[in-house]
């Protein structure tokens, strides 16, 4: 959000253009999508609907837009161009929010929703519904207009999860916790219960949930879900842990969701399918940081920071030629995440890589892995192809996941069962 621009009123958004990073228009915003939370907090805004050029709606998440000022809307360029569908945890705010009748807290008056506000979190990238804009009384065309006054989300009442039902309120309550803890509660829900929690919850989080749950309660959900929507699930997992969710499914059902999802996600899962799967190959990630060599240290950093990077991907930089995605250009080395943090911002990575370390090749198998990370006491390591093109990078979470038991995700953490260091 732009300097000096706390809050935007959702009036403002209504048919605003959307444009992505090269200016070219990508649509006109027709709605906000919004989900209530428990707690009286206020409800979180989890993306727009906007109206592409064919008509079509589409949804565009929150996370994929990068700015809202001079009255548009900028995006990453990254769309997803299926049809919008409301999901069960989902409000439209123009057309949920907007002219209802609600009461206020305080004096138990009944108001009418003029408008509402949103606002960004500092320093993250969530969104919320901040303010309401509120005229009392009923209102209508032969009434005299009420007072018109800005109030808090807690100084009104009449968004009630409780008027829903189904998995709401359980997804609701699953909000504040990490995707493990999301995962072992719906490992323990019946199979329909759980079909119905994946269903409220919307792509990125059913993603993050997915990566952390036993192979067949990933089976069993996916196949549950409508085809284009798990085809947009797969492409929110990491490339990896969707690799290996596909592999556990029929060849045929395998190869109608990978025409199913984007080329370039698409192939980076084919990509990894094609290697053994307790391999350097089969266990790395397509999407480590990569930089050219004329990048700065300011530039490494910048990237280091973002949300979405798991700490292990965080604790390195990759430096390789153009292409700068993977398979890159030809591997130049390492920068760690250390090294960073002790030189100026202007200076070139180039000049700092570590080249003495030997990258591992795709068919390494897993404990020559383990020992490499083991030995150079890394949490990540490149995969560097015979041409000497990055392919990707293993983490040290990746490696665990294959070296621990296979019921190891039903050890209970908070109690400290299964994690005790005696007999």
């Known amino acids: 959000m732009a300097a000096g621009t706390p809050r935007v009123f959702v009036s403002h958004l209504s048919g605003v253009a ?5 200016g070219d228009q990508v649509g006109r915003v027709r709605d906000l999508v919004a989900m209530l939370r428990v707690g009286g907090r206020p409800p979180r ?24 000022e001079s009255g548009q809307v900028i995006t990453t360029g990254v769309v997803n161009m299926r049809r919008f569908e409301q999901r069960p945890t ?22 009418t929703v003029l408008d509402v506000a949103v606002q960004q979190l500092p320093a993250r990238r969530d969104w919320e519904i901040d303010k309401f804009f509120v005229r009392k009384g009923r209102g209508g065309a032969l009434r005299r207009k009420g ?3 800005t109030v808090e989300w807690s100084a009104i009442s009449g968004f009630s999860l409780e008027q829903h039902g189904g998995a709401e309120s359980l997804v609701a309550t699953f909000e504040r916790l990490r995707p493990t803890d999301v995962a072992n509660a719906m490992h323990h829900l019946t199979p329909q219960r759980r079909a119905e929690v994946a269903a409220a919850l919307d792509d990125d989080r059913l993603a ?5 749950l036993p192979g067949d309660d990933q089976v069993e959900i996916i196949g549950k879900l409508k085809e284009d929507r798990a085809a947009d699930v797969l492409e929110a997992m990491d490339p990896d842990d969707a690799a290996d969710l596909l592999s556990w499914l029929p060849e045929a059902d395998k190869e109608r969701l990978l025409a199913l999802m984007r080329p370039d996600d698409a192939a980076d899962v084919r990509r990894l399918l094609s290697y053994e799967e307790r391999t350097a190959g089969g266990l790395m990630t397509t999407e480590p940081i990569v930089l050219r060599p004329d990048a700065t240290v300011a530039d490494a950093l910048a990237r280091v920071r973002r949300q979405d990077l798991s700490p292990a991907l965080a604790a390195q930089v990759y430096v390789c030629r153009s292409p700068d995605e993977t398979p890159t250009g030809r591997y130049l080395g390492t920068v760690h995440f250390q090294r960073l943090l002790r030189d100026p911002p202007f200076t070139l990575v180039s000049a700092l890589v570590d080249s003495n370390l030997v990258p591992l090749a795709p068919d390494t198998p897993l404990p020559a892995v383990t020992s490499y ?7 990540s390591a490149p995969v560097v192809d ?15 996941d294959h070296l621990l038991p296979e019921d190891w995700r039903e050890n209970d953490f908070e109690s400290g069962e299964g994690v005790s260091g005696g007999r």
């Open 18 to 22: 959307v444009f992505d990073p090269n």
């Open 45 to 68: 805004l989890l993306g727009m609907v906007v109206e592409v050029v064919s008509r079509r709606r589409i949804f565009l998440p929150m996370t994929r837009v990068t700015g809202v």
């Open 90 to 111: 989902e409000r439209l705010v123009f057309g949920e929010f907007l002219d209802r009748r609600v009461r206020l807290v305080e004096t138990d008056e009944e108001v």
């Open 147 to 149: 007072e018109t006054l």
């Open 208 to 212: 993050d949930v997915l990566e952390e």
């Open 373 to 379: 990370l083991a030995a150079y006491n890394l949490v």
């Open 386 to 400: 015979e041409s000497g093109s990055l392919l990707g990078a293993v983490t040290v979470d990746d490696v665990l």
